[in-house]
């Protein structure tokens, strides 16, 4: 497994990860270090050639600073640049494209937007095989409070999406 890691932004810019991406999709948002897997890297270009389409990385690696600042956990994988929250180029249909990364991740969450309800993210990583999980915002109070459904086969989270009567999981676009 290799990690591609690079403090000098310059470098990041030009580094072509593969076909599709490039270093500077995946680094820090705030301070620009770059530190990916490129195992993931090459799985997110399985998934960019089944579409044919862009894949829009809002989240790849974050520093300790910046994993705090959006309240990121402290077990992210984000930290450890093995995490990435995408978006698709065009609309999709959210849950089709979170099927099919589920083909290629064993670890996928499908986050509603906390903006639009019909709209949706996708976040993978390589951690450990095996996990699912659903995640939407509540209003707790005057605060949002983001709420996380975890589930250890696909077919539970299939049941759990057509039996929720609050949101409209399968008709979300990304
Ligand atoms: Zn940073
Ligand atoms: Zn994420």
């Known amino acids: 497994m290799t990690m591609i890691k690079i403090n000098d932004p310059k470098k990041a810019e030009s580094l072509q990860i593969t076909t599709n991406f490039s270093g500077k999709e995946?680094?820090?948002?705030?301070?620009?270090?770059?530190?990916?897997?490129?195992?993931?890297?090459?799985?997110?270009?399985?998934?960019?050639?089944?579409?044919?389409?862009?894949?829009?990385?809002?989240?790849?690696y974050r520093c300790p600073t910046h994993n705090a600042r959006v309240g990121g956990s402290n077990q992210s994988l984000h930290k450890d640049g093995k995490a990435v929250d995408f978006i698709m180029a065009g609309r999709h249909n959210a849950f089709q494209?979170?099927?099919?990364?589920?083909?290629?991740?064993?670890?996928?969450?499908?986050?509603q937007s906390t903006n639009n309800p019909m709209s949706a993210y996708i976040?993978?990583?390589?951690?450990?095989?095996?996990?699912?999980?659903?995640?939407?915002?509540?209003?707790?109070?005057?605060?949002?409070?983001?709420?996380?459904?975890?589930?250890?086969?696909l077919s539970n989270l299939a049941k759990a999406v057509q039996e929720d009567k609050q949101r409209d999981w399968l008709n979300m676009t990304i």
């Open 26 to 60: 995946f680094w820090c948002n705030h301070c620009k270090q770059l530190l990916i897997d490129e195992n993931l890297v090459k799985k997110l270009q399985q998934l960019r050639d089944l579409y044919g389409t862009g894949i829009i990385i809002t989240s790849g």
């Open 97 to 111: 494209v979170f099927t099919e990364a589920c083909k290629i991740f064993g670890r996928v969450g499908l986050y």
């Open 123 to 153: 976040h993978v990583d390589i951690g450990e095989k095996g996990t699912w999980w659903l995640s939407y915002p509540i209003s707790s109070g005057s605060k949002i409070k983001r709420v996380y459904a975890y589930y250890k086969s």
